[in-house]
């Protein structure tokens, strides 16, 4: 493992990870192979410029599989890590579309390309979304029944399924990664915690779907890219690891902690229409994870704290984003959801 495709790697937790690897590995080579749709934006990955020829960025589609495979060839790429996908689960109610081609076609593409090219690995990033809405005081194992409930997830499973049967019938080496909800830097504003930061820096509303009691499990970015470094180096073949912190936090609750971070008052909570087939609660038991060495470094207060200081130090990032194809979004999926 040595020259590594990153797809995706111009977004969040992509840019985070092709940092960490970059930093962490002096030898090896992080090529990212990126569409560049409005969440893909090159100035994530300007530290990486700095390191030379470890480093190069591709636009491209994983969708094309001849874009696919000349970057490979070109790379002599041996391991193809895939963040590569739609990821907005609002936005994959609103427009379906996108989120089955990348989701679905883009990752069995990059699978094909792998199997043709004799790759060593192929690491798919996919999400605790995947077992859908989880009861108290159940957590999710990775043995559990998949039981996705939006267009987002239920690709995401797809995916899965894909990989898993490569492994089965191609022999193709994979493993799958589970993560929780990260938070952390360049983490696009549509996004809860984002998008509640930088509307309280703005004194604008802060929009709570429904009741604000369903609960996710908030973890920093870096913990989650430790994550699947140990499930590269150390994961078995043809098996799906959770990673996330096991602490649950309700959005309202996060949400009065952002305020306060910030001093601004409680009362720029909105509540508005809740999300369609909104998942109550999402649950991981990690210890798999944990079993091979891994341990999460951020509780979820010291990740908040970091968040919500970046995007108070980085304006400049955010505020340009919240503009053109941002602002029509913004007001398609809020105005009737305010009423
Ligand atoms: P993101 O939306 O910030 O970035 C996605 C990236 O994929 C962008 O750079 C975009 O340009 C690129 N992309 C989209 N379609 C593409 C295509 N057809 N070809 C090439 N590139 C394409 O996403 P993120 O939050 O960083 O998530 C990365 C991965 O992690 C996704 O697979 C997501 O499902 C998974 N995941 C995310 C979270 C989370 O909390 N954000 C948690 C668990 C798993
Ligand atoms: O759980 C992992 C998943 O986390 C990833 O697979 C997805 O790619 C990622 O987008 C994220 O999905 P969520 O739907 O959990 O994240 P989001 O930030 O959109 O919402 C977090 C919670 O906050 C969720 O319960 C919905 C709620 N929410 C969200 C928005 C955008 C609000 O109450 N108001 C909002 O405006």
């Keep these: 493992m040595h020259n ?23 030898d090896y080579r992080i090529i990212v192979f990126d569409k560049l749709t409005y969440a893909g934006r090159l100035e994530n990955l300007a530290r990486a410029e700095a390191f030379g020829p ?11 599989m001849a874009a696919v495979r000349q970057v490979v060839q070109q790379y002599a790429i041996d391991t193809i890590i895939n963040f590569a996908a739609e990821t907005h689960v609002d936005r994959s109610i609103m427009t379906p579309d996108a989120v089955i081609a990348t989701n679905v076609n883009g990752t069995w593409v990059l699978l094909e390309v792998a199997r043709e090219q004799q790759l060593e ?7 605790d979304e995947v077992y859908g809405a989880i009861p108290v005081p159940q957590r999710s194992k990775e043995g559990d029944p998949l039981e996705p409930r ?25 493993t799958t990664t589970r993560g929780s909800n990260n938070i952390g830097p360049f983490h696009y504003p549509e996004k809860a915690v984002p998008l509640f930061t930088t509307n309280a820096l703005d004194n604008l509303p802060v929009p709570i779907y429904g009741d604000g009691l369903q609960v996710r499990d908030y973890q920093y970015v870096f913990d989650h890219c430790e994550g699947i470094d140990l499930v590269l180096h150390k994961g078995e073949l043809g098996e799906f690891y959770n990673v996330g912190t096991e602490v649950e936090t309700a959005n309202i609750a996060m949400a009065h902690k952002i305020l306060d971070l910030l001093g601004k008052p409680h009362s720029l909570i909105t509540y508005v229409t809740d999300r369609a087939g909104h998942d109550r609660r999402y649950a991981l038991d990690c210890s798999k994870l944990r079993a091979l060495g891994w341990q999460s470094r951020h509780t979820f207060d010291q990740a908040l704290e970091l968040t919500v200081r970046w995007y108070v130090d980085n304006e400049a990032w955010w505020r340009p984003i919240k503009s053109g194809e941002y602002l029509e979004y913004y007001r398609k999926q809020y105005d009737e959801r305010q009423g």
């Design 4 to 26: 590594l495709l990153v797809t995706g790697g111009a977004g969040f937790i992509g840019s985070n990870f092709v940092h960490y690897m970059l930093e962490k590995y002096s």
């Design 121 to 127: 690995r192929f690491h798919q990033i996919s999400t």
């Design 54 to 64: 470890r480093y190069a960025f591709v636009q491209g589609d994983i969708c094309d």
């Design 150 to 174: 939006s267009p987002y997830s239920a690709s995401k499973a797809g995916a899965e399924h894909l990989v898993y049967a490569y492994f089965v019938t191609y022999g193709l080496p994979v």
